[in-house]
């Protein structure tokens, strides 16, 4: 229901308007030429003549032939004059018809084209962002090179590690062997000073 509302206040497109006009006024022309084609018909019928023709010569009756043509060619005239004028106006209507569809036309032209960049600019937006996230990702070959870097360089460090844990135990091990010798050192001492003192008290 809203959406109807707001079509209805939707102004209307003045070519659109326009064609609707002229469309119903080459109707209108078409119709009053059709309305008004009997009366532009040639009567049909034989040429009868007065009562009083009986008395005339050839001079009455050229001038009475010059009248009848006289008055058939006026009544030609008007009929073309008439009939021109209702061509004229039908071609006025069709032609500002035709006018009208070609503006409506070139306008709906402008806006398809207008759409048509703006959603090419989209478009090329997008694929510029992809572009710019492609560049930022690893390749298959940077990606495995750089892991094939951090494995090296993590068993390098499990080497050194390794290493310095072999040094560390083997220190340890000679610190722990001069304390024993120091300690069985001490005993020897202590036994020997145990000795002489049993020996030389006596």
Known sequence: MARGAAMADKPEDSSIRELREASQELKDAVAFVRAHRADWAPQQGSITL??????????TF???????FGDLSL????????QQTGVTAALAAAEKAVNAALIAAEKAVDKAEG????????????RKSLSDLSGLMWTIKEGTSMVDALRRELIITIDGAARRINVLETANANIQGKIWGVSALFAIVALMLDLSVRYFGR
Not at 62 to 68: A, D, G, H, S, T
Not at 75 to 82: C, D, G, P, T, V
């Open 115 to 126: 759409a048509q960049q703006l959603r090419n600019e989209a478009q090329n937006e997008f």
């Open 75 to 82: 009544q030609l005239r008007e009929r073309y004059e008439a």
């Open 50 to 59: 007065p009562p009083e023709a009986t008395g005339w010569n050839f001079t």
């Open 62 to 68: 050229e001038k009475y032939i010059n009248q009848r």
